[in-house]
């Protein structure tokens, strides 16, 4: 089904006996949301409009909205706590930053246990290939080459997909209603210094000139913010912490994608470059 149809999520919570909600469901692809703003719109804050209000309805125990370290916007040195003014900079976060504005108001005007939570970027096996980590590794397992905008010196934090289902586990049991918790990790790569890395692992090479031979540099995306640092002090109190060395984790990943990419419908389509200078105005609806 769909959370942008009400009538089936209402249907839902009647037959279903639902307790716990865990919204994950989002447009997220930062890249297309340039393209299909109202889209991202429309899925982001109207379905999680009709979401939030089929569960407050139902009165279930707890709903934990999962949003991103995005909708604060870029930092070079200011790291985010959860009181951080949130400043968007792009479709996508700007759709997660008003579906957080209308969660936060069932727990201001009615007291519904929402909890939101707010994560650096997840990767491991199963990822669809559009992200960067699979793409850059489906690309160079055909190879091809990594395609990176602007200068590649943007840094993200790469959180092992494990640990962020440990942090969701731990909001579900220990989170409190009303509450906002950073799920962040300290581990950060420019992306490319994150292309070097996987042409390290899977071409086999140190050899910066060799290296430079798999990375295609491309015209940056209208924003794009150079740093996204979270302090997650607050999800450390309430006992978790990530566990998964890069690493290791980055092993399995590749693994896992030599052995299942084509398993996905259409793969080759997740990885094209997507265009980076569409205007957010949209005249057509979604």
Aim: with cysteine.
């Amino acid at each position: 089904g769909d959370i942008c149809e009400p009538d089936f999520i209402k249907q839902l919570f009647e037959t279903e006996k639902v307790d716990i909600v865990l919204h994950f469901a989002a447009q997220t692809h930062v890249d297309l949301s340039f393209w299909h703003a109202l889209e991202f719109t429309y899925v982001n804050v109207y379905g999680t409009n009709v979401l939030v209000a089929a569960a407050h309805e139902a009165n279930v125990e707890k709903f934990v909205y999962v949003s991103t370290d995005e909708v604060y916007g870029g930092s070079t040195d200011e790291e985010f706590d959860e009181s951080s003014p949130k400043r968007p900079t792009n479709p996508y976060a700007s759709s997660k930053a008003a579906a957080e504005c209308f969660v936060q108001s069932y727990w201001e005007r009615y007291q519904f246990p929402v909890v939101i939570t707010r994560s650096s970027n997840v990767y491991g096996p199963h990822q669809y290939p559009e992200k960067v980590i699979p793409k850059f590794i489906s690309l160079l397992q055909q190879n091809r080459k990594c395609c990176i905008h602007g200068s590649g010196l943007q840094r993200r934090n790469f959180l092992y997909a494990t640990d962020v289902v440990e942090a969701f586990l731990t909001v579900l049991k220990e989170g409190k209603p009303g509450e906002i918790y950073n799920i962040g990790t300290n581990f950060e790569l420019s992306i490319t210094q994150l292309a070097k890395e996987l042409i390290h692992l899977i071409k086999k090479t140190s050899s910066e000139s060799e290296m430079e031979h798999w990375m295609d540099y491309v015209k940056d995306r209208p924003t794009n913010d150079l740093r996204y640092p979270m302090n997650s002090e607050k999800m450390h109190n309430l006992g978790w912490r990530p566990k998964v060395p890069w690493k290791e984790g980055i092993k399995k990943t590749i693994e896992w994608y030599k052995e299942n990419f084509h398993n996905w419908r259409n793969p080759e389509k997740a990885l094209e470059p997507f265009p980076v200078t569409e205007p957010f105005a949209q005249l057509g609806g979604p």
